[in-house]
């Protein structure tokens, strides 16, 4: 029997970091507990209204956040506040299919095209790998805006 997963970010902001995230992959904030949202709603603004309806203090409504594929297809992504820096390289990361099914220059250009939309967004891009035939069909590696390390593939 397969698992269901969820993926665990440590973030020095996670409202900031789960809608980064949330851009990259599609993905949205489910609601609060019991909230039932109009389609229009902002479930960040909704987060806000409930925590502090039952009484969180304000400087603690950023200690978590979690985005969701809206299909219930992929992961959920749960994002925690931590106190201390990232200080290595990520032991894991996520490889974002930004060119799935493209082959070459083709491909290339769809991962810079995503490149160049997620660094407007506050992703800084690291290093471009070429296509190496067989084995390998290029990717750029990417980090996020606190330093978690992904690759556009």
Same mark, same amino acid.
């Not at 949205?28 to 229009?40: N, Q």
């Given at each position: 029997m397969s698992r269901h997963i969820q993926i665990t970010f440590d973030a020095h902001d996670p409202k900031a970091l789960s809608t980064f995230w949330r851009e990259v992959l599609g993905y *949205?904030? &489910?609601?609060?507990?019991?909230?039932? %949202? &109009?389609?229009?709603a902002d &479930? %960040? *603004?909704a987060w806000e209204e409930f925590l502090a309806r039952i009484g969180v203090p304000p400087e603690q409504r950023n200690t978590r956040s979690a985005i969701e594929d809206p299909h219930g297809h992929g992961p959920r992504l749960f994002f925690q506040q931590v106190p201390e820096d990232k200080v290595a390289k990520n032991r894991v990361h996520l490889d974002v299919r930004a060119a799935p099914g493209l082959q070459g220059e083709e491909r290339m250009a769809a991962l810079e095209a995503e490149c160049d939309r997620l660094v407007a967004l506050g992703a800084t891009r690291v290093q471009r790998y070429e296509p190496g035939p067989p084995m390998g069909a290029g990717h750029i590696v990417m980090t996020d805006p606190e330093g978690n390390e992904f690759c556009l593939d």
């Open positions: *949205v904030h &489910p609601g609060p507990p019991g909230v039932d %949202l &109009p389609a229009d &479930p %960040l *603004v």
